[in-house]
């Protein structure tokens, strides 16, 4: 069977960039951006996206790309004669399953919170009244269920139409009215009286600021984000580049999808911190700087009711957009494992999504009373750390002993595909680097990972 193509290279682009782009650079950056002193945690974040993003992005595009097939048969084409790397290739299918298994269901707040600016709710209520609103919303089974099913039928259905005419088409709309939303929002943000404080705070590295963080978590909190955001690991990259022609060099590619990522977190923090300071929230209220935060903000502008439908509306695109990106690695899988149709593997898989879904959106109510890391933590928290602190971390580091490896496919192939086409080469003289320091940096993220939650289930 001839292997679909995308149409175009800016399809490309902006489908990598979606799938990267998601509820890690609009949620979780600035909350993170917030706790860990503001310019310092921005400078690392970008460093580390440079130094180790990058080139484990490169890896996995060459490796779809020179395999011409999904992650889960990619390393069956590229490894030698009774090698076991295609072992990974299940394991990342299921990285993928679990990922999705949570944030369809973080894609239903947004939805969810879209409709409750949309419709209103939020005008001229009280502090205290939109902080009530994320908590009732968690402790209704039916919202949450009901969302998720919207997500998963709806992203389904899109890729069952093709890669061209369902997900590329969807996408590219998706992805530039997202980054026009935002930077409309941006401008209006940094425009509104009292917003200088929020804009020192946020670009103008503080070394005070972040000794009170803590100098090492601060570094940590800005690898882990660098390394999250670009969805590295379980091939959700991989399956991209087995879409794409040759006539590109990879790793300029692969700086453009990490310019596009950076941008939108970036002007994420431009939407939040300026108005944050400007409206006297605390920068560093977690987790809830966006759902409770911000429609408090959007209470008090001009046009509040316009600005905040639209910026969750900005918020659904940006997780829908990874939703999308990772349902098509889910289905491309699985029509090479079985051979199925396109329109037959998104109709099984949205069954088994919805099915694999409901334990999150179960764990905030029904199943509340499951606390898998002690008081107050949920399904959820257990999913996410099993994607963010193990899939990951282990995958990219199979990722780097593959491409680099004489065991693996080499690093004589994985240059010379990846340096195949216009553009940006990588360079002999990293080869050291990639193959034992960046490992090691990947391993060091691994361990710090885990060993606070070991040390909970232990203690």
Request: some cysteine.
């Amino acid at each position: 069977m001839e292997r679909e193509r995308l149409g175009s290279r800016l399809g490309f682009i902006l489908l990598s960039a979606g799938c990267a782009i998601g509820v890690g650079n609009v949620w979780k950056f600035p909350w993170m951006v917030g706790q860990y002193g503001g310019g310092a945690f921005v400078v690392f974040y970008v460093l580390f996206l440079v130094i180790m993003g990058l080139p484990i992005m490169t890896m996995e595009f060459a490796v779809g790309r020179a395999s011409q097939k999904s992650p889960v048969r990619a390393y069956q084409a590229l490894e030698k004669p009774g090698q076991k790397w295609h072992i990974h290739g299940y394991i990342a299918l299921i990285g993928n399953y679990l990922l999705m298994m949570f944030y369809t269901t973080v894609c239903g707040w947004m939805l969810h919170y879209f409709y409750l600016t949309a419709s209103g709710r939020f005008e001229g209520a009280a502090t205290e009244q939109v902080q009530a609103v994320f908590p009732e919303m968690l402790s209704q089974p039916m919202v949450l269920v009901g969302w998720m099913v919207v997500v998963v039928i709806v992203g389904f259905a899109i890729n069952s139409f093709g890669l061209q005419k369902g997900l590329e088409r969807v996408t590219k709309v998706m992805m530039i009215a997202l980054l026009a939303i935002m930077v409309i929002l941006a401008v209006n943000s940094i425009m509104t009286e009292g917003s200088g404080e929020g804009l020192r705070f946020y670009l103008i590295p503080d070394m005070e600021r972040m000794r009170e963080a803590g100098i090492v978590n601060v570094i940590v909190g800005a690898m882990n984000q660098s390394f999250f955001t670009l969805s590295l690991g379980i091939g959700a990259m991989a399956i991209f580049g087995s879409y794409i022609g040759r006539d590109r060099a990879l790793l300029g590619e692969a700086v453009n999808v990490a310019v596009l990522d950076t941008f939108v977190a970036f002007t994420a923090g431009l939407i939040i911190f300026p108005a944050c300071f400007a409206f006297g929230v605390s920068p560093d209220s977690g987790p809830n700087l966006i759902f409770v935060t911000l429609p408090n903000i959007f209470n008090h502008m001009p046009l509040g009711r316009l600005w905040g439908s639209l910026f969750f509306v900005f918020m659904a695109f940006a997780a829908f957009s990874t939703v999308l990106a990772v349902f098509e690695n889910i289905m491309s899988c699985c029509m090479d494992l079985t051979g199925v149709s396109r329109k037959k593997a998104a109709a099984v898989n949205t069954v088994l999504m919805i099915l694999l879904s409901l334990p999150c959106a179960l764990g905030f109510n029904v199943w509340s009373g499951f606390q898998p890391f002690g008081a107050g933590t949920t399904v959820m928290d257990l999913e996410d750390f099993l994607v963010s602190n193990i899939w990951l971390p282990l995958g990219s580091i199979v990722y780097l002993l593959f491409c680099t490896s004489r065991y693996g496919w080499g690093w004589k192939n994985f240059r010379e595909e990846a340096n195949s086409g216009k553009g940006l080469k990588v360079a002999n003289g990293l080869r050291f680097y990639v193959s034992y320091i960046l490992p090691l940096i990947v391993l060091i993220i691994f361990v710090l990972g885990v060993k606070d939650k070991i040390l909970l289930l232990f203690s």
